[in-house]
């Protein structure tokens, strides 16, 4: 189909609902009496709707962009506009964030990027109205090529804008080695496979790790940037109110976020499988009457009062926040000529990649608990011996699943029970691969609403909906790992071809 008739077509999906057929005044209520299949489905195609449209709108922009490169300012400055960031501001209404946005993803769909408009510029000599706002900054915009499977799939419709940019700006720039570019186009193939019902923050994370895993040495670089750009700024404003900017580099970012999530788990939806006293205190703290965002403030103004001083109870309660770094054995264990130790880690919850001479500190500092897995990532089998998985298999269970495995859901492994799929009442065993993870909430509306996971043999896990069978017609629920170290395990069954990249 052509581009108009695919977009006509996403206006006559919407148009057969007869209930839109009112005076706009009227949208409100038209909406509120429809059921709820009708207002999901309304809602469906209105992004399908706004998803063409998304894509007329970034390939206009780019060829704004591209007309606008002469020195005098070409089309935007025909029209009184210093720069086409102004530009598609004033048409679009929106913030300069968002115009800055349009651009970036627009100038990546040039053949030849327009002089000036790579995305990294920003901050490093580009035009001042052309650089990224604060939170926009991206890596430089790499070369065509390895993206062209991107570009084609956005421009299709396969996948949307916003996956678009966080795949590209995962990814980043692919190496000088040889065959580095074909490489990048299997990663982002994949990556184009898996997005459909992925967050867009998980798809760009995983982007971010395929980047890290296969460029260990620009993931080094990468980390010495962020720990270099690490800053506190205070300030008092003009009512003398003072304010606080942080920004972390990988680890103690991860640090921080544990000991929140260690204090406030019960809050934030954490585990149920507690001791009675920690039970006791969990429900305490569910019903003290501050908000999470004050009593995160309470508890990291008594850590500094408290400093070194203070007994690791007193301040984080019944669990004792740390970090899991996760290393693929045969990755890390040769040094470089100054004596660091190559390869690269990853931080359990989110992935993000630590290198080589942290990971030694850490080795140094806490050691190392080693977790061996089959072909397909299925670790550490313990039968019915013992009804609760082990440490070492929830270490496991997180490396696999990344976290709570029910689609669309973004919790951490740190968050996450261990269910088993076939019931221990019924004879099911503590094997990981017949466990997944599941946060608290989808883990009691399994239980509660009658939902099931089923897995046949080492196949993908499958969710069931009350009252469905295994054998029901229509396509199965797949879960998938939200692990960004999934696609890593040897060999990885459903990344077919990447070894062969």
């Given at each position: 189909m052509?581009f108009?008739?695919?977009?006509?077509?996403?206006?006559?999906a919407?148009?057969t609902c007869?209930?839109?057929?009112?005076e706009p005044?009227?949208l409100l209520?038209?909406v509120r009496?429809?059921?709820?299949?009708?207002?999901v489905?309304?809602?469906?195609?209105?992004?399908e709707?706004?998803?063409?449209a998304?894509?007329?709108?970034?390939?206009?922009?780019?060829?704004?962009?591209?007309?606008?490169?002469?020195?005098?300012?070409?089309l935007s400055?025909?029209r009184?506009?210093?720069?086409?960031v102004?530009?598609?501001?004033?048409?679009?209404?929106?913030t300069?964030?968002?115009?800055?946005r349009?651009?970036r993803?627009?100038?990546g769909?040039?053949?030849?990027?327009?002089?000036?408009?790579?995305a990294?510029?920003?901050g490093?000599g580009?035009?001042?109205?052309?650089?990224?706002p604060?939170g926009a900054?991206g890596e430089?915009v790499p070369?065509?090529?390895?993206?062209?499977?991107v570009?084609?799939?956005m421009?299709?419709?396969?996948?949307?804008?916003?996956q678009?940019?966080?795949?590209r700006r995962?990814?980043?720039?692919?190496?000088?080695?040889?065959d580095?570019?074909r490489?990048?186009a299997v990663?982002?193939?994949?990556?184009?496979?898996?997005?459909?019902?992925?967050?867009?923050?998980?798809?760009g994370?995983?982007?971010?790790a395929?980047?890290?895993?296969l460029d260990p040495?620009?993931a080094?670089?990468?980390?010495?940037r962020?720990?270099e750009?690490r800053?506190?700024?205070?300030w008092?404003?003009?009512?003398?109110?003072?304010h606080a900017?942080?920004?972390?580099?990988?680890?103690?970012?991860?640090?921080?976020e544990?000991i929140?999530?260690a204090a406030?788990?019960p809050?934030?939806?954490?585990?149920r499988f507690?001791?009675d006293?920690?039970r006791a205190?969990a429900?305490?703290l569910?019903?003290?009457s501050?908000?999470n965002?004050?009593?995160?403030?309470?508890?990291?103004?008594?850590?500094?009062r408290a400093?070194?001083?203070?007994?690791?109870?007193?301040?984080?309660g019944?669990?004792?926040?740390?970090?899991r770094?996760?290393?693929?054995?045969d990755?890390?264990?040769?040094?470089?000529?100054f004596?660091r130790?190559l390869?690269?880690?990853?931080?359990?919850?989110?992935?993000e990649?630590?290198?080589?001479?942290?990971?030694?500190?850490s080795?140094?500092?806490?050691g190392a608990?080693?977790v061996?897995?089959?072909?397909?990532?299925?670790?550490?089998?313990?039968g019915?011996e013992?009804?609760l998985?082990?440490?070492k298999?929830?270490i496991?269970?997180?490396?696999?699943d990344?976290?709570?495995i029910?689609?669309g859901c973004?919790?951490p492994?740190?968050?996450?029970?261990?269910?088993?799929?076939?019931?221990w009442?019924g004879?099911?065993?503590t094997?990981t691969?017949r466990g997944?993870?599941?946060c608290r909430?989808?883990?009691?509306?399994?239980h509660?609403?009658?939902w099931r996971i089923?897995r046949p043999?080492?196949?993908?896990f499958?969710?069931?909906?009350p009252?469905?069978r295994e054998r029901?017609?229509?396509?199965p629920?797949v879960?998938?790992?939200r692990s960004?170290?999934?696609w890593?395990?040897?060999p990885?069954?459903d990344?077919?071809?990447?070894?062969?990249a």
């Amino acid at each position: 189909m052509t581009f108009l008739a695919e977009l006509t077509s996403r206006v006559v999906a919407v148009r057969t609902c007869a209930a839109l057929d009112v005076e706009p005044g009227e949208l409100l209520p038209a909406v509120r009496a429809l059921d709820d299949e009708a207002v999901v489905g309304l809602l469906s195609g209105a992004q399908e709707l706004v998803a063409w449209a998304e894509r007329l709108k970034v390939v206009t922009a780019a060829v704004i962009a591209e007309r606008s490169g002469s020195p005098q300012g070409g089309l935007s400055g025909a029209r009184g506009h210093r720069s086409p960031v102004q530009l598609v501001q004033e048409i679009t209404g929106g913030t300069r964030a968002d115009a800055f946005r349009t651009l970036r993803v627009g100038r990546g769909l040039l053949d030849e990027e327009a002089p000036g408009a790579d995305a990294g510029s920003a901050g490093r000599g580009g035009p001042a109205e052309d650089r990224a706002p604060d939170g926009a900054v991206g890596e430089p915009v790499p070369p065509r090529a390895w993206d062209e499977p991107v570009r084609c799939a956005m421009l299709e419709g396969r996948i949307s804008v916003p996956q678009h940019d966080a795949i590209r700006r995962g990814l980043g720039r692919p190496t000088g080695e040889a065959d580095a570019a074909r490489v990048w186009a299997v990663a982002a193939e994949q990556l184009i496979d898996e997005a459909r019902g992925l967050p867009v923050e998980e798809l760009g994370r995983r982007a971010r790790a395929m980047r890290d895993r296969l460029d260990p040495i620009g993931a080094r670089e990468r980390y010495e940037r962020q720990y270099e750009a690490r800053s506190w700024r205070m300030w008092t404003d003009e009512d003398g109110a003072r304010h606080a900017r942080i920004d972390f580099d990988h680890e103690m970012g991860a640090w921080v976020e544990a000991i929140r999530d260690a204090a406030l788990r019960p809050r934030r939806g954490g585990p149920r499988f507690l001791t009675d006293e920690q039970r006791a205190e969990a429900a305490l703290l569910e019903r003290d009457s501050r908000t999470n965002d004050q009593l995160a403030y309470d508890l990291m103004t008594d850590l500094l009062r408290a400093g070194a001083l203070a007994r690791s109870e007193d301040v984080f309660g019944a669990r004792q926040p740390g970090v899991r770094m996760v290393v693929f054995k045969d990755a890390v264990g040769r040094r470089d000529a100054f004596g660091r130790l190559l390869g690269i880690g990853h931080i359990e919850d989110g992935g993000e990649a630590v290198p080589g001479p942290v990971l030694d500190r850490s080795l140094c500092d806490a050691g190392a608990v080693e977790v061996t897995v089959d072909s397909c990532g299925n670790p550490l089998d313990v039968g019915r011996e013992q009804r609760l998985f082990t440490a070492k298999q929830r270490i496991a269970l997180a490396v696999r699943d990344g976290g709570c495995i029910w689609p669309g859901c973004d919790r951490p492994p740190s968050y996450c029970e261990a269910h088993h799929i076939d019931g221990w009442a019924g004879g099911g065993r503590t094997d990981t691969e017949r466990g997944v993870l599941l946060c608290r909430f989808h883990h009691l509306l399994l239980h509660n609403q009658g939902w099931r996971i089923t897995r046949p043999g080492l196949g993908a896990f499958r969710l069931l909906p009350p009252g469905a069978r295994e054998r029901d017609e229509g396509d199965p629920i797949v879960l998938r790992s939200r692990s960004p170290l999934r696609w890593a395990f040897d060999p990885p069954p459903d990344r077919a071809g990447w070894r062969a990249a």
